[in-house]
């Protein structure tokens, strides 16, 4: 396989990481917490999603919509339930809660759901483009033939659409304007006289809308099982770092990033040493926050 | 003037007394005919408590890190997995995969607990200076790149088998099972009562109150001219290399380590237990300790009278584990036996 095709593979990646970074580092930006049991989110949202498509059997699109509802009113509950109380006490409490319930939402849903993994019905065109020619330089071949699915273009089609939108809600409308406000400074937003509580509220109502989706996504790549969003926090958080914590743009560009790292490793690295990978991933973002801590486009995260 | 008279009051001295009493009366079981008798109904609690009091070393650790100095470190479990393996590639003989050095087991502990405390020094050193939620980050990214380089590295460390073959010193003097579990609890649990000794003493001196208020406030602690990244990364270090040394002792007890062994559920478990007692206080972290981990036991015998599966009990276990955390942050932030006005936790 040629570097195009594995580029290709670290978009498909970057996408739905994408997704998933735009809603953590909204959460970071605004309620100002590290939220590590986001990964069961995007889990529940792939469960919703496929009990929606298989249960009462809907379409998949209808489903996905489903998916993305449950995720938003999933992620308000919880929200309310957890975070919300101890709203003033500090990233620290926040983050150790956050753990806590990730721990326990893991757990429950593999009670409920088995060890299993359950696979989406869909069904894949895929589209190759043989005739391009090789362009070798040493061992790696730049150019070559190359194939993408309709499964992968819906997945980096969504990916656009959200960002487009989020754009456009970030920029355009009241309570957009009234975050970004919010993610600069929350007392003086307060003294705009924006309702702090509202925005918070919508915000997590936003990122478990996008958690639904980069569930169902990533669970139609892989699978729906109790660790489906688990396995990728730490690709979402170093995606968010990576981008500077807060910021939604930075988000996408280091999700990308990260999805092409963690593509181009899994191909080019010995075999058996493929693991690596998202140590490599790791490795970067370490090494960002030891350069630039403020990440691609973002604030200080320093304090001496 | 009874002996009784001469027995320390104070906590650190007299944990100190009650260890070195108890890696004698374990070192007298490996090297006297002396035996002992479990009934079989204990052997669990005392398999458990050797467990605990391994863990008991990093939760000391950890609390010197994050209840006295403010650091949060979340990837404890990679100083553990450092120490073992450290250990355990040294002294280990015909290990079936990775390497294995065949050295004395001594000089392999040493080395250890060196190499954690090596690691801890470099991830201070490029990490040490950030705010308390990316540490968090960073720390447990370093824990997964290096849980990911052991199971990778085949030649080296023995991939998912990890190294087999590690000597285990009360073992090979003690060859009945009873008296073996008794000594070794006995001898670690010692060194770990040691160890408390030590902590108390460091962190009940000025230097402690100088941890103290860099976790209060380090802008303070800075302006009264206190190198406070100094004292940080030394805190760390020293945790690191306490959880070094927690880890070659499980090396040289287990007779072997594999991946498996040093999951992130380590850490989860020490930070529990540890917010539950109450950081900050030694001997309550050390109680939040027993009580997460007796948690272990519960579901152990529950396990026989009720008709579910291991695998829906381990999952009950860890929600409830999972809720104990959000709960005591919740509604008792300063755990257990902790401190809230000193913790500045009081709201």
Redesign the interface.
Known sequence: MGLLQNIIFGVITGSYIAIAAIGFTLIYGIVNMINFAYGEYLTLGAFIGFFAATTFPLPLPVAVLVAMAGGGVVSLVLARAFFTPINQTGPVPLLLTSIGLGIALRNAIRLVAGREARYYDTATTTFRFDSIPDLSVGSVDLLGGFFVTSEQLIVVGSAVTVFVAIHGLLTRTDVGIAMRAMGDDESLARVRGIDTQLIRDSVWVLAGILAGLSGVLLAIQTNVNATTGFSQILQILSAAILGGAGSPYGAILGAYLIGIVLALSTAFLPSGMSGLSSAIAFGILILVLLVKPSGIAGTEVREA | MSVLDRVPTENGDLALLAGVCCVLIGGLFAVTPLRAQLPSALYVFVEVGILFVIYGLLVLGLDLQYGHTGL?NFGHVAFFAVGAYGTAMLSAQDTFAGIGLGYPWPLALGVGVVAAALVGLGVSA??I??????L???T???A??LH??F????GIFGGNVGILGVPRPIAALVSDADTRLVATLLVIGGITLVALAGITRITSAPYGRVLRAIRAD?LVT?SVGKS??TYKTQAFVYGAALAGLAGGLFALYNGAVAPGFFTIQVT?TV??GM?LGGAANHRAVLAGLAIIMGLRLISRFALDVTPVSS??F???R??V??????AV??YR?AGIWGDAQELG?D?
């Open positions: 949060v490029t990490s200076r950030l705010r308390g939620d990316f968090a980050i960073v447990l990214a370093a997964e790149i990911s380089i199971v990778n590295f085949e380090e800075r406070t990244v989860v930070w529990i917010l695998d829906v381990a999952s009950i860890l929600i584990v999972g809720l104990i955390l959000v942050i919740r932030p936790v709201r």
